[in-house]
């Protein structure tokens, strides 16, 4: 079992950045690959980033390619979500995943086997 805690999410500009925090507890969490997945209101749930366990293996949603970054601190748990030039089109709610597999073809097709509670990113124009 792994328990995820997201944190850092808010309003911001247009333009502007935020970093989300994601701290995780439980098992082995350098034998997770962890993702970041968002949902806006009245769309499907999609993933934005994903590193995998192994190798650090990154993912990104072609939408956040070159604005968004996604790293792991194992040695603190935690992964990281830097967003940067946000637009409004980013406005949803953030979550954090965790899953045992490394393929991203999976997560995008399948999601991950364990989920954050979520945290709001508004982005205003």
């Known amino acids: 079992q792994v328990q995820l805690v997201e944190s850092g999410g808010g309003l911001v500009q247009a333009g502007g950045s935020l970093r989300l925090s994601c701290a995780a507890s439980?098992?082995?969490?350098?034998?997770?690959?962890m993702g970041w997945f968002r949902q806006a209101p009245g769309q499907e749930r999609e993933l934005v980033a994903g590193?995998?366990?192994?190798?650090?293996?990154?993912y990104y949603a072609d939408s956040v390619k070159g604005r968004f970054t996604i790293s792991r601190d194992n040695a603190k748990n935690t992964v990281y979500l830097q967003m940067n030039s946000l637009k409004p089109e980013d406005t949803a709610v953030y979550y954090c995943?965790?899953?045992?597999?490394?393929?991203?073809?999976?997560?995008?097709?399948?999601?991950?086997?364990?989920w954050g509670k979520g945290t709001l990113v508004t982005v205003s124009s």
């Open positions: 995943a965790a899953d045992s597999n490394s393929d991203y073809v999976r997560w995008v097709k399948y999601g991950m086997d364990y």
């Open positions: 439980g098992r082995t969490f350098s034998r997770y690959s």
């Open positions: 590193i995998s366990w192994n190798f650090g293996r990154s």
